[in-house]
């Protein structure tokens, strides 16, 4: 099937989409934003705040139960009465129709050329935000929902205390999709900087993150709730190897929607987001995590504990939230704001910022996606500028200091994700017309079915229309290319709600739960076109302790004759579009005996900054293997 304009999609099809799971086990009440009750009217503790769930309160349930209990059955029964407005019977029929359509629609895309969709399956979290681990599971993580009808906002942007809380999930691919191959990881328990002095699970949506060197994930930033959205001064790590998160010093201002991306140098770059005064009050302070005076964590032994944060020597005066920022091979990071005329250079050994050439388009591009371009055994010096434009198709290119036009893809998007491949081609996949918007207005979850369709871009730099996800994903929506080369997307809460078939329903059986979980999310699984192009080379043996740089190194292969290059993948850690850590690099081959092949890793650290990588064998015909994971370290 050759490149065509976007297709018209029959009127039958033209509904919208999320996922199959969005339940409501511990979580906020429907009725949250209708202000606190009185205890005096209702006899309500001092912990419950809502009017619907006080209604609910049963003291027979708090004799016997005891108070948190109780509480927690009295939400359930809140939100189950407070869904009305949207009826399960409307969930129910969406996802079948956008199934069905799926299905028809698909048959036209041969696997070989277009790839396919292939499994679906619910998610206990919206999976907002994503990071593929060097254990290979995925880490999910999002807030505890206080609205079940996709028609309002189901975050807790507007809302302080112990109903703003944030959730985790492991999910871990070699279980399949069943309740036992997710697990909880709650991050840490304390009491917010709000007045209301409520311990909760730390309310870190909306944050920043990127990975350490020794493959843990910095997390900073969040939503205090009110006043639009304030800034949450949180730091935190999650440990892949405990499975553990630590919370750290707080960082000196609050940041909600910023970007973070770890250097060559192993140390991570935190800019933008709104501070802690609230939603207009972006803040241009960039801080350093590990601070300057504290060492950078290499071996997965390193746990940052009681590790601050320091002030870079100079600020990022970036107007909106959630710039692109990439560490490109020449060891600088570059951060390619929203806005045209913000666009810098940070020298992070200089501690300096210089101007770069305003963007040409000369419009704003709100959250879209943007990724650095393979650069062979040397590392990216190129990143390619996409989406966040509805109305304008067009990608822009910066290399060598100025920008070039590329090929444009068939539409304008925004909210989507494009993710690099291990053949070094790229995919789009999600997006919507805007933030809580398919093309039919806010907080409809109608969506214009063009946003379904995938693209996917080829070495020449043209992109071709590819076949559709089961739902259209804008707003929060994430993707990320797993070992075995599959791609898991999931995310955007509101379709997630909207295409629920069992809104109230629950599941047991998932580790690290005390009961029942809400499944509120889902999980659509895409097989590249490679994966349907003919055998895959077998990667038997890889090297397990850390690799120096410039070094050389063995591993072996039971069908050596089909592996014709191999490649580094940087795993991905992303959300509301932003991805600064995927990067691809070729591995020079200076060597084959027998089922052994001798490659050179990438020159230095700001080729490829350390940390860990997914390794692939390549046949001729760019089909992969199934990576193992090494490790980059400048002590190897």
Known sequence: MSPSPPRRWPATVVVCAVTTGALLAAVTPAAAHEGPADPAQGGLTPHVDSRRVAAEMRQDEVAALGQEHAEEHARMRAAVRGIGDYPQTTRTNRLKALTDSQASLNKGFAPGTFGAFKDYFPSPDFGDHVALLPTGKVLLFSFERI??????????????GK????????WDPSKG???????????PVSDMPDGLGEQRPVPFFCSGHSFLPNGMLGVFGGNLGGNGGTGAKLSLVFDPWTETWTRNPDMAVGRWYPSVVTGADGRQLIMSGQSELGYGTPTPVVERFPAKSFPVPLAKKDVPRNTPVDRFKVDAPFSFDYPHLFSLNDGDVYGFGRA?????????????RTDLTARPDGRKRNYGSAVMLPGGANGPDSALILGGDRDNPSTLRFSNGSWTAEKSRAFGRTQDDTLLLPNGRLMTVNGAY????????????????????IELRDDRGDWQLGPVQRLPRGYHSNAVVLP???????????????????????????????????????????????????DRPALANAPTTPVGYDKRFTVTSTTPGLAARAVLLAPTTSTHSVNTSQRHLELRLTGRAGNRLEFQAPPDAKAAPPGWYMLFLLSGDGVPSVAQWIQ???TA
């Open 177 to 187: 999709n069943g309740p036992d191959a997710f697990k909880q990881v709650t991050p």
């Open 340 to 352: 045209a005329g913000e666009q810098w250079k940070f020298d992070p050994s200089a501690e300096t």
């Open 484 to 534: 075995d080369g599959r791609i898991m997307v999931t995310g955007d809460e509101l379709q997630q709600l909207a295409n629920n078939p069992d809104v109230n329903g629950t599941v047991s059986g998932i580790p690290g739960t005390t009961g029942p979980t809400t499944m509120n999310g889902t999980i659509e699984i895409y097989e590249p076109p490679y994966l349907h192009q003919g």
């Open 434 to 453: 805007d933030i809580r918007d398919y093309g039919n207005g806010p907080y409809n979850p109608n969506a214009d079915l063009k946003y379904r369709q």
């Open 147 to 160: 609205e079940t009808n996709p028609e309002k906002e189901p975050a807790p942007t507007q809302t302080i």
């Open 163 to 170: 109903e703003n809380a944030g959730r985790a999930f492991l």
């Open 632 to 634: 980059l370290s400048p």
